[in-house]
């Protein structure tokens, strides 16, 4: 007698601050050679949630400029401000608070502050004065850190509403560095975990969501390949894949053979 087919797992869809999302990829929108390609690579990629670096990129307080809201306007994506360039508490939470001006009051934002411009890992001691400060003045805060579960706890108790391990430096494209970090602060959190920083392609990807992590942020991953547009469209798969495969269950490892088509009761 046949066994009736397992119930698929219907996966929840990303919370962050007490809102859905169907996709679990962030997408930044620096790097690319002009908006257009800023554009068509984030529509490729499916993301709802676009950083942008305040210090960085005109959102309007430069009229003469070009606008990067003509390429990821407001009605179509959650425009997550942050930090990017900050080496400083007081620099991170001055930024938030111009990004909140000119934004009309949005308060989601993505913290990040660096320790030094060649690893441009963070500097935590600034990173937990910075995020202290932002919480008690109604900043709804994911913040980037290091890959030490004290600290994403210590993030998490303080009113961030996501915290942002990386895999490996910004930039660098190495993939997920420490895996057993990134499980520990994944089987530990109460708050979404996304991986940012270190991506470098879809199988970087992949592995995270595999481990369990809620997203992935990323930028240079997509803005740097030969083919932007192309690789935001390999994310998406790779994000979606990762997630259907961490909720199907992995077989466990063994150090020996298991036989795909077992002996037991064949007839010789």
């Known amino acids: ?36 390609e800023t554009r068509l690579a984030t529509e490729a990629s499916g993301a709802e949630i676009v950083t942008v670096a305040i ?7 430069n009229p003469d400029e070009p606008n990067l809201l003509d390429a990821i306007p407001l009605d179509k994506y959650t425009l997550l401000p942050n930090t990017a360039g900050c080496y400083s508490a007081e620099d991170a939470i001055r930024t938030c608070r111009l990004a909140r001006e ?35 003045d ?61 991506v470098g392609t879809a199988s970087d990807a992949a ?3 595999e481990l369990g992590c809620d997203g992935v942020l990323m930028n240079t991953a997509i803005a740097g390949a030969r083919n932007p547009v192309l690789m935001a469209s390999a994310m998406k798969k790779a994000i979606e894949a990762g997630r259907e495969a961490f909720l199907a269950g992995r077989i466990p490892r063994k150090r020996f053979a298991s036989a795909s088509s077992p002996i037991e009761g064949t007839i010789f």
């Not at 490996?168 to 920083?197: C, K």
């Open 207 to 209: 592995v995270a969501m």
């Open 138 to 198: 109604g900043f709804q805060v994911m913040v980037y850190t290091n890959d030490d579960p004290i600290i994403a706890r210590r993030l998490e108790e303080m009113g961030c509403v996501a915290v942002m391990p990386l895999a490996a430096p910004i930039g660098s494209g190495l993939g997920i560095q420490n895996p057993n970090n990134i499980l520990t602060i994944v089987e530990n959190a109460r708050v979404p975990i996304l991986v940012d920083a270190g």
């Open 55 to 61: 210090r960085r990129s005109n959102i309007g307080q």
């Open 1 to 36: 007698m046949s066994q009736a087919p397992q119930t698929p797992t219907i996966d929840k869809p990303l919370v962050i601050a007490g809102v859905e999302y169907q996709s679990r990829l962030l997408v930044g929108s620096g790097k690319y050679k002009d908006l257009e």
């Open 102 to 136: 000119l934004l009309d009051g949005h308060s989601l934002v993505k913290l990040e502050v660096l320790g030094d411009e060649k690893t441009l890992f963070p500097d935590i001691v600034q990173t937990l004065q910075a995020a202290e400060v932002l919480v008690k």
